[in-house]
């Protein structure tokens, strides 16, 4: 059990803990990107980042692995795995923990994927690394087991095979399989199957589910219909902020934010029904050094007030597990 900010948290794998980064522009200023993130991953359970194209989901995944690029600095905060403070670990340290206890996969395999090295030696990569007690037999063994998990036929042969060997659906399928290798306490999924077409994308959501539940994981996708199917939790980012948060039922069938009401409406086909016409939020999230005052999201917003262009809304707990950040719940008006 661990105290956050006065509470037990006895169940929070991830803990981001009012986490802000941001990137130095061209004269050394720093440009703030994520602003004050508090947020955590429940053990076993899957949280969802939703929120469109720029709004720094793939910038919060990162984080949590310390992988940002060089002209992202960390302005506060804290990120918890378990008790430790991932942003005081040096980089050597790091590299024990990624792949061990936090492994990421990402949009394009190939990125992540060398390629002139055999799939196989490249899960025996991972396994040597983390898992030394085990010999060269059982690494090797571990591998075709691996990929006979993930859903790769005649794995004895293909374990030989070279990454260009494969498909793009069976890229990614590798790269879960390296994931899992060593049992992650958590798994970050940034954009996993939006490369793929629809029916490769299906399966390796098939196979993301299955393997659900043996640890964390944190799914990043502007895809609502995705975290539907595979997240019990989903934070709703817009411009670097948090602006709500909830279950999945919530998110999707009680939405309280303007912004999340907006994405949700924008979805095609949600449960089966067909809209005549598909809705879209005007507008379109600005880049970061366009951030607006008050409520980063007032300008593209159909209720916004005086009080939004020139106060931030803080976020506001509406009830357990459910947090909003916006003025008509702030009680700021009352
Ligand atoms: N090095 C950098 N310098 C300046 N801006 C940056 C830098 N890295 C990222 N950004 C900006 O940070 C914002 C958030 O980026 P991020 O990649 O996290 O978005 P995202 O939500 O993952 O978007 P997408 O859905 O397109 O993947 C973007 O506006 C991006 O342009
Ligand atoms: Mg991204």
């Not at 006895?10 to 990107?33: E, M, R, V």
């Not at 990569?125 to 037999?137: M, Q, Y």
């Not at 077409?197 to 993301?208: C, F, K, P, S």
């Not at 299955?210 to 989903?234: F, P």
Request: glycine residues 8%; contains cysteine; proline residues 5%.
């Amino acid at each position: 059990m661990r105290e956050v900010q006065g509470r037990q948290a006895p169940d929070d794998i991830l803990i981001f803990d009012n986490y802000s980064a941001g990137y130095l522009d061209d004269d050394g200023h720093i440009i703030n990107l994520l602003d004050s993130l508090s947020f955590s991953v429940k053990e076993g359970r899957a949280l969802g980042i939703v929120g469109e194209s720029g709004c720094g989901k793939s910038i919060t995944g990162l984080s949590a692995i310390r992988l940002l690029s060089k002209q992202l600095v960390v302005q506060g905060g804290a990120i918890f795995l378990g008790n430790e403070n991932l942003l005081e670990k040096t980089e050597r340290e790091m590299q024990d923990i990624r792949g061990g206890k936090i492994a990421m996969i990402f949009q394009e395999p190939m990125t992540s994927l060398n390629p002139v090295l055999s799939v196989g030696f490249q899960i025996e990569e991972v396994l040597a690394r983390h898992r030394p007690e085990l010999s060269p037999d059982d690494r090797r063994s571990s591998a075709i087991e691996l990929l006979r998990e993930v859903g790769i036929s005649a794995p004895e042969k293909r374990v030989e095979d070279y990454p260009h060997q494969f498909s793009g659906g069976m890229r990614q399928r590798v790269m879960i399989a390296m994931a899992i290798a060593c049992h992650p306490l958590l798994l970050i999924a940034d954009e996993p199957t939006t490369a793929l077409d629809v029916t490769i994308q299906a399966q390796v959501l098939a196979l993301m589910k299955r393997l659900k539940g043996r640890g964390s994981l944190m799914l990043i996708t502007h895809n609502l219909g995705i975290i539907a199917d595979l997240c019990e939790e989903v934070l709703v980012m817009y411009a670097g902020r948090i602006v709500e948060k909830a279950d999945v039922e919530t998110i999707l069938k009680k939405p309280i934010h303007p912004y999340t009401q907006g994405l949700i409406a924008s979805i095609p086909t949600l449960r089966g029904e067909r809209q005549k016409f598909l809705y879209s939020i005007p507008g379109m999230v600005p880049a970061a050094k366009n951030f607006p005052s008050g409520c980063r999201f007032h300008p593209r917003c159909d209720r916004c007030m005086d009080l939004c262009r020139v106060e931030a809304p803080p976020l506001t707990k509406i009830r357990d597990g459910h947090s909003v950040r916006c003025h008509l719940y702030s009680g700021a008006l009352s």
